[in-house]
């Protein structure tokens, strides 16, 4: 089976200073790993997906993230945020190939300050 | 595009009450998933559909959940009798291959 482990629960970062998320994940196959983020009292909302090609991965809000192997690690990243990027952050796995469960972290909430 | 419809939005129940909760997938979309989310923690699947067929239930309660996809399309999802622990958030997926979406969710509150 697959899972991840976010390392951070909470980080706090000033208004227009870059962050970073990290996860690392363990798996015995191949995997596809995500990152998604929840506002108060909604869904998830898919930020960025690594499936296979370029390591360095763009997705929605300015995000992108590294999938590095042999550190088993996909962690997320933003060169400068806005306090509209205060959510919670999933990282999750999958084993690649098809429509499978995934795994969540625990969570990072992301709290931007003024 | 629609997205993942799920209804009621908000449920408060008594412990040994029955629920149910109902699902609307993206249209086309044959995989359809229930996760369980508890507050402080990351979603948790309970079970996954293909189509109307269950690939996937083996963290489904089943001596008081259940779920049914008739048709492919629509599910619902039905805690019967309900306890203090399965206050939580459920959260609907579906996917047309590895990617999924997700509905806003049905928060769960037993008392």
């Known amino acids: 089976a697959q899972s991840v482990t976010q390392l951070d629960s909470q980080v706090p970062v000033f208004e227009e200073a870059p962050v970073e998320l990290r996860c690392n994940y363990s798996?015995?196959?191949?995997?596809?790993l995500f990152w998604y983020v929840q506002y108060p009292n909604q869904g998830l909302q898919l930020l960025l997906k690594?499936?296979?090609?370029?390591?360095l991965v763009k997705g929605i809000n300015g995000f992108e993230a590294e999938f590095n192997k042999s550190q088993t690690s996909f962690h997320l990243r933003k060169p400068s945020v806005h306090i509209s990027d205060t959510a919670e952050y999933f990282c999750?796995?999958?084993?690649?190939?098809?429509?499978?469960?995934?795994?969540f972290g625990t969570g990072t909430r992301l709290t931007v300050i003024p | 595009e629609a997205g993942v419809a799920q209804s009621p939005r908000y449920k408060i129940i008594e412990k040994r009450q029955s629920v149910a909760f109902w699902c609307n997938p993206i249209?086309?979309?044959?995989?359809l998933y229930w996760y369980q989310q508890i507050l402080g923690q990351g979603p948790k699947l309970l079970i996954q559909?293909?189509?109307?067929?269950?690939?996937?239930d083996s963290q489904l309660p089943k001596d008081r959940f259940s779920a049914e996809r008739l048709k492919g399309v629509d599910s619902t999802l039905k805690i019967q009798p309900a306890k203090l622990e399965d206050s939580a958030v459920y959260l609907c997926?579906?996917?047309?291959?590895?990617?999924?979406?997700f509905g806003p969710g049905t928060r769960l509150l037993v008392l």
């Open positions: 997926a579906s996917s047309l291959m590895e990617t999924q979406y």
């Open positions: 798996s015995s196959v191949s995997v596809y």
């Open positions: 690594y499936l296979s090609g370029s390591t």
């Open positions: 999750a796995v999958t084993r690649g190939g098809g429509a499978n469960n995934l795994f």
């Open positions: 249209s086309g979309h044959a995989t």
């Open positions: 559909f293909q189509n109307n067929g269950v690939v996937d």
